[in-house]
């Protein structure tokens, strides 16, 4: 059931993602009149477009792993991706871009590091069974 749920989530994501990407052009426009602004943006839509796809399997995951109340994993994971982000943040904010440069590395840092990030550690964690039998009793307590 999980897989389908991640193969539906995908295929979702492919979607929107086309979606945001053949608006990105126009799309801008319903917000500013200003051509940089605007060019900003639309580096920004292509970019969310692009990862569209990996974070509907990053929050398939989370809502999977919540549904079998695996928090301190999630807890865990998002410490470690924390770890990875901050240096990356830190290190394209020393780029010192600005205008559409500065949101595409700002939005890269997101889309493919964090994200990334995230998608790894939850990966990880599904490779196993050991998350869904989090709700079962312990066997060897129960009496016999």
Known sequence: MTRLMIL???GFGVVTGLVVALSAPWAPLLFTPDEQV????TVALLVLAASQPLVSFVFILDGVLMGVNDVAYLAVAGLVTLGIYLP?????SALGHEGPAGILWLWMAFAVVFMGARALTLGLRILTDRWMRLGEPDRERRPR
């Open 8 to 10: 539906w989530s995908l």
């Open 88 to 92: 990356v943040l830190w290190w394209v």
């Open 38 to 41: 605007a060019a900003s943006i």
